[in-house]
């Protein structure tokens, strides 16, 4: 049994310890909006956050979420009260396709929680593990800047 804490909700998973984290969220607890990409941890698009930092859920072993906190992109903000990253991925229309959007705002959310005013290299260097065929980052590197600006505007 591996007890967690997934979107401020505790959990109790009775599934292998060895389990990749990515298929407790989606198969067990049942939250999709986490994808599977390579399942080498080189695409992004399983990023959550484990105690705040970015990881990539498909080669994280469900037993290294033991007693922590995972946050998975259901988690990060909702309709009603949008996370920055979200509101100003949706106003700088981001996604082509999709896919990996989730993962990308999870990384980019991160990088905001500890740097609110990053720099181009900032962001260059926070992304740089997470991969999107369709190419939307000129929109993503927008969207992230625009997300500091507000978080910035609403802790003055």
């Known amino acids: 049994m591996v007890k967690l804490t997934l979107n401020n909700k505790a959990l109790s998973l009775d599934a292998d310890p060895a389990m990749p984290l990515l298929y407790a969220i989606r198969d067990i607890a049942e939250l999709t909006g986490t994808k599977f990409g390579c399942g080498l ?3 992004g698009a399983c990023t959550v956050h484990l105690n705040g930092a970015p990881i990539r859920s498909c080669v994280t072993p469900l037993s290294a979420a033991q007693g922590k906190t ?7 903000g909702n309709d009603d009260a949008m ?14 396709c999709g896919y990996c959007q989730s993962g990308q705002m999870m990384s980019a959310a991160a990088l905001l929680e500890s740097n609110d005013a990053p720099s181009d290299s900032d962001i260059e260097t926070a992304m740089q593990g997470n991969i999107c065929r369709c190419g939307t980052y000129p929109r993503i590197k927008k969207a992230i800047k625009e997300a500091a600006e507000n978080i910035q ?3 003055s």
Do not use: F, S
């Not at 995972?70 to 990060?76: A, C, R, V």
């Not at 996370?83 to 082509?96: E, G, R, Y």
């Open 41 to 43: 941890g080189l695409c």
């Open 70 to 76: 995972i946050t998975t992109i259901e988690g990060l």
């Open 83 to 96: 996370h920055p990253v979200q509101a100003a991925w949706l106003a700088n229309k981001v996604p082509q």
């Open 153 to 155: 505007k609403a802790k």
